[in-house]
């Protein structure tokens, strides 16, 4: 065998070898940077798909910042459609409040609504990360396998619930073997997959990659709910902690 | 050997002398198997031909004749393209009279029950005993006060408690929140044309209560533009001919009215489906042995050039065809879609025999032999290939009985009963209506034109081909072995069609409807059910299945009867609500200024919840709630609503305290006794029970309970069935329905596909080397047949033809019936010896090629059929003929020719002279037959 073919190998199998010491925990860590952004303003349309028919689009500015304790908080005020313009969600922690537009008044949601649909999308409060940043806390993880997603290599990330109360009794997490980004999540309950997530456009905000579409197909109902982000921007000054109170809440007109 | 030739010679001899004994023969055949042919029943829907090996098919019929609700007609009213103002009462309207008349004598002999709507008693009677426990504290506090500004602010207490800002509660509670603010807007219209001077009346007051406690009773779409009624025909799906006659007549008569109304109007459900399968199936298989038997008949007009060859084929071809009907009555009692479409097959594979004798006949004549000569000749050269390739087909088809399905058994004995009876008609009828034909010339002095034109079946086709592949052996070979492997390389990913409705016809109403059902009512037609005896764990088990993402919906009997234990606990709360209620008298004066502040805090909390339905898309919900509001899905104010009118009347008006207590001492008391009626504390018994919710829940015999489990969507779309499915099984192992039915089928039939191929090919392989006695020969001829095989895989793979549970029949039919080329061109090969490649595919090549084209015919009739099961069988069934005719015919001769010749593969039967000798000797005779 030709001196050149063996190196070729050899550099095949050492490239195998570093990709499958890779921990698990490293390749999370890396795929959830890009919802390490704080202080983050951002402007996206949220559309949804009901039975193959489209509903008027959702148009939202969000805040997003955590607090000094860590405790993630974000406030979304709805500009679009006029039935819901100033309408708002404000979520700190696990913790919700809405306040609607049409007769002003601020209201506290019960703590079993985080399993709901948020703002009558595939999303639910839970699928923004249960009051943290990332998809999968709360959930250990075990790498099975390599699958292409959408003609990427990708590995396959199995994610089981560390506690009992967990939303989901399983995830199943897609992240790129080259970036280390998200690619889809699925989302598993009595035993089969209910909600797939695809993540993509990634552009490079700040110091990480950010999806710029984000699309939720419910395997139960014949739904998608797609969130298109129009504008981000870390380390925004817009984004100040008096918004992160039911009382600015009640202040909005 | 000799005297077997020497019966069929002299039988055909004899039956051609003597037409008139054997067409009396064939006559009394005919009159026995009549009998046979009136016990046939014509049942053909896939629901006929599900496996009663499975439990859950068990369990399906079991529920189908003792739960006859759950296969009830659903009739749908539509008045989408309705202009009128009046769209939701000309829904009402068309819904009465359709139930009227379905209810009349006329129909009485089909429709056995039909609902139009939702009796109100049993729920006025003992409505808040069927609340779940958990939420008896919210009646209690609901219902404490039944004055006017009580019940207000009781409304708006537990609306902010329940609803504000829960999207997902509101979505749960659909059903109840639409009723109630109905029956809200109805209570504040009747307040307000109090408030204006106008005479209200009790029925007036009495219907906006039961409007508020009971909602509609009415069975509307989200958008309140469709209609649905339930009927209850006197028949099941079982019933074929009653389900046929009767549902069609049912479905006329709904169509009828709705077209009177100006609406339209069809029908669904199992039964509705089952009519449609049977209707599309028999139009199909009629459309496709009417189209076969022409074809056929005009492809062996314009071959033999014989006017007559309708008569001599066609009479005992379709006289076959009646036989084995009547064998089939006999045998199975029955023809299922799969049988009922190897009868029109049948055409094709029975005329083969037909092509034999004709040619043989034929042939003879054009030497100039007698008739009576050349029918015997005919029948002594091709006698006894006729009648082994009948019965290696027939031995085929009957090993396919050691499949697990019904549908698979009753194919093989049909199957072979068919090949058999084919046989005997063509033995039997065609030498004898020849004797007639000679009859008739001869009293006619007529010459006969097969002597005096010479007509000669050529044979240019499979000499070309032998003369080209003996040149390029190895092209041939190689081409062809390649294409194999390029097309088996593919093979792996033909895929199952699971999904029952893509085999149904397409453009069905009655499927179409099932996904308006699903879209405007969020109703599944195909639900699946449980059988339970006990009914004490039933709450857990519903509670459990409810909480399944992909359950839109469980009811169970305890739905309508508690258990004991449930209906104790809730005994107390009830009986608190009557205390409440008996103590609250109607007060004379009312506080305008707090009714009002409830009145705009209601309005709010409408609103609110408006918000969150027009942001989560409940259709229904939103539409109501922007009818009691005034707003469009906007927001915006699009006309005044009834708290307007009342705001204004209430601020402006100085006597509207006075009118108010009025309606109050009409609306309060009625209210009172209402939920005074509801709160009923005794027992629920199944005997309280109206008859539509116990045929629902309870068994006819009342041992077993139902439990019905509703699904999201549609349980045929995509993979939307398996997730149902899987979650239903994380509950329960015990459910069926028919998408578990049919995936069981599904599973069924391919595991008999394997095991049928598998019997087949052992019997066909034992047939062979017994006929051969030679096993090289006998496994070189399996090896077109399994190139044929894989060649078919690849070629549905590429062109997405997927296998299901009708058109895997294909698999074992390739074995019986696409080894048959291979077969004769071996006799050929042996008779002809070495270098008798040319002759053997001149001699044989064109007989193949016309029974080959005969069968496609016959299975591509189905082609055609509205009926996409049969539509896709016909093609897979088609394009195996096909490739088995291809493989036979230009790469099974080449290989013989190489092993045999270029590798001295011996291929003589064992225990045979020397073969050089008699492959030398044998082959002089053909060559010499093909020079004259």
Redesign the interface.
Known sequence: MKKSTLLIIGFLVAGVASTTAQNVGDILAAADEAFELSDVYSRSTLTITRNGREQATQVMESFQSDAADGTVRSLSVFSAPPRVAGTAYLMIGNDLWIRFASTGRVRKMSSSARTNAAAGSDFSYADMGDGSRSFTAGYSARLDGMESIRGVDAHRIVLTPTQGDAAYERLVAWVSAEELIYLRVQYWTDGAPIKVMDLEDYRRVGNVHYPFVVRMRSLTNDSVSEIVTQEIVPASPRVEDRLFSSTYLRSLR | MTSQRGLMERWARWATSNPGRAIIVALAITALLTIGVARLRLEMTFYSIMPDSSEQVRDLRYITEQFPFSSAIMAVVDARGYEGEDQKETIIRTIEEIEASLSGAAFSEFVDVIYGGIDPSFASEHGLMLVDTADMDRLVDLYQDTNLLGFLRGLNVDL?REY??????LEDDEAQVVAWVNGLEEILSLMNRELEGEEISREEVSGATNAFLLGDPYLLSNDEQMGLLMILPTYTVNDIRPMVEGTTAIESEVKRIADANGVHAGITGLIAVGRDEMVTSEQGFATGMTIAIILIIALLVIVFRLWSTPLIIGLPLVIGIYWTAGLAGFLVSRLSIVTAMYMVALVGLGVDYAIHMISGFVQERDRGASTVDAVGLAFRKSGRGIVTGALTTAAAFISLVVADSGMIRELAVVASAGILAELVAMFLLVPAIVGVRERRLIRHSKPDPLVHRKQRIRSDFGRRIGEVSSRHPWGFIAGLAGLAVVLGIWSPRVSIEDNLMEMEAEGLESVELQDTLV?EFGLAPDSLFLITRDTEDLPTLVDDLE????VRAVEAVTTYVPTAADQAERRPFLEEIRRNLSDDDPTAVIDVDALLEELYRLE?NL??M???S????NERLAHALNGATG?D????KVERSVFDRLFEKLESEGGAVARLAEFQQAFSPELNQRIFQMANPDAVTMDDLPRMIRSTYQSRDGAANLVTIFP??NPW?G??R???T??V???TSDATGMILAADEMTRIAQVDGIRSMIAALIVVFLILLIDFRNLKLTLLSFLPLGMAFVSLLGIMAITEIQFDFINIIAIPLLVGIGIDGTVHINHRYLQEGRGGLVPTLAGTGTAILMTAVTTMIGFGSFIPSLMRALRSTGIVLTVAIALAFAYSVLFHPTLLMMVNERFGWNLKPWGSRDAGDQTRRVAGQPHKTERR
Do not use: C, K, M, P
């Open positions: 902010e504000s800002g829960d999207g997902g509660a879209e909480d399944l993402a992909s709010i609103v609110e408006g918000d969150l027009v942001l989560g898309g707003l899905n906007d927001g915006n999201r969507q779309v993979s939307y398996n997730i149902f899987t979650q099984e994380s509950v």
